[in-house]
């Protein structure tokens, strides 16, 4: 019987959590059907089925973390013989190859008949030859009795699996709701709808906890959690880390959002300052290219990239991810806001894949949007530089002419690995995007 091993679905991860099954024992699955929701250190994923059949067993459960490599569950295939009675037999012709999806790789199990225990050896002495065939005869299994017909369900007590996104799975999960039992007005069952049935808003997913007997709270450290702990460990302990800060005056930048959001242009995208800083970050590599290089400690190296991956920092339930957007200096206006909204809205369902979590070259972290100013931002491993956007506000300022006018006001922090780059260079870069958010109209000079 098939049985479907945990794969490694990221660039050499270890293990993952299995967070909610798809299919029950039971349940025909084709290829490429929706088999389970992991959770790895970087993302939730769906794992297809690379076999059709029938689910016979599922071989872990719920919560529970498995290796890379372990069997999760059993589906049976059309060409596995399940009688015993039938033994297995040489034959010229190979085995079936089954199908199977890209990235699992070949089998290398093939599917076995199982064989008929041999009948234990008898001490009575052979009776004659009549005698022994009448006993053959004896021996004969009899033909087994076929299950009686069951009553077909009726329609009221079918149960079927209702459809709804993962996150809201994981919502209903951690509440104790059965996604069944939720009623909506449309075919897929929405977080509105498990959060009106539990009779109260309920924060993203909520991470599983338990009481311990002094009272206190006991959060388990794994999947997106563990890996940032241990990325954050690694990045704080490895790099050097400087940080220098400006605030600035960035009323400029602030009409030019207000003007942009009424331009039919970007009428379906978001534009915030999040956007004009990621584009002046990548204006700014242009003249100081060694904020977007890696330090490579094995060919004593600096290994200066040719194109921006900007990572952006999301805030979700299971914790911070930094997805990036591939090539964003290559990118419009428009395109950079698309990007960067598709990219937060898929960190905070929880459908980032891992492949959107590697390869980024500099990040850019928004810790405005909470109300702090600034703050000393840890690099993401392997890149060499980290841009915080601190909080903008309305503050007394003083002008080029020295009078105390309002004006809309915020700080910059850049950490920056000083094995890569220099203060020189920090500086100058730190220093360019700031003049393009003091007046976007500096953009036009590089």
């Not at 008949?113 to 053959?136: G, I, K, L, Q, W």
């Amino acid at each position: 019987m098939p049985e479907f091993k945990l794969p490694d679905v990221g660039e050499g991860l270890t293990e993952a959590e299995i967070i909610t099954w798809q299919v029950s024992v039971g349940d025909t699955v084709a290829i490429n059907d929706v088999l389970v929701e992991i959770e790895t250190a970087k993302s939730l994923v769906e794992l297809p089925s690379p076999y059709a059949g029938e689910v016979r067993a599922l071989l872990v459960s719920e919560g529970d973390t498995v290796l890379v490599g372990t069997p999760i569950i059993a589906i049976g295939s059309a060409d596995v013989v399940e009688d015993a009675s039938v033994e297995t037999r040489p034959s010229a012709e190979p085995a079936k190859r089954e199908a199977m999806l890209v990235g699992y790789g070949p089998r290398t199990d093939a599917p076995t008949r199982r064989r008929r225990p041999s009948a234990p050896a008898s001490s009575v002495p052979a009776p004659s030859r009549v005698a022994s065939v009448d006993t053959e005869r004896v021996r004969q299994p009899a033909p087994p009795t076929p299950p009686a017909p069951q009553a077909p369900v009726p329609p009221s007590r079918l149960k079927l699996r209702p459809l709804a996104k993962p996150p809201v799975r994981k919502l209903a999960k951690d509440l104790g709701i059965d996604l069944a039992d939720v009623p909506t007005t449309g075919d897929v069952v929405t977080r509105a709808d498990v959060e009106a049935f539990a009779g109260r808003v309920v924060p993203d997913a909520p991470v599983a906890a338990r009481p311990d007997e002094a009272g206190e709270t006991r959060i388990p450290i794994k999947g997106v959690r563990k890996f940032t702990a241990e990325a954050m460990v690694r990045s704080a302990f490895t790099a050097p880390h400087v940080t220098e800060w400006v605030t600035l005056d960035v009323s400029r930048t602030m009409q030019l959002v207000a003007r942009l959001k009424s331009d039919p242009a970007f009428g379906a995208v978001k534009v915030s300052p999040t956007l004009i800083a990621a584009k002046a970050i990548c204006l700014a590599m242009r003249r100081t290219p060694e904020l977007n290089a890696r330090w490579d400690e094995v060919a004593q190296e600096i290994v200066v990239k040719k194109a921006v991956n900007l990572g952006i920092a999301a805030a979700t339930a299971r914790g911070l991810v930094v997805p990036n957007v591939v090539g964003a200096d290559s990118l419009s206006l428009v395109e950079l806001a698309a990007a960067i909204g598709e990219l937060t809205t898929t960190a905070r369902e929880g459908r980032t894949q891992p492949a959107q979590m590697t390869g980024g070259t500099f990040s850019l972290t928004n810790i405005g949007v909470f109300g702090i100013d600034a703050g000393t931002p840890i690099l993401n491993p392997g890149e060499s530089g980290i841009l915080a956007l601190g909080s903008i506000e309305r503050r007394a300022w003083v002008d080029e002419e020295d009078n105390v006018v309002p004006r809309w006001v915020t700080t910059l922090a850049l950490s920056f690995d000083h094995r890569v780059v220099d203060g020189e260079q920090g500086s100058r870069f730190l220093a360019d995007v700031a003049a393009i958010l003091r007046d976007p109209a500096q953009a036009l000079t590089y």
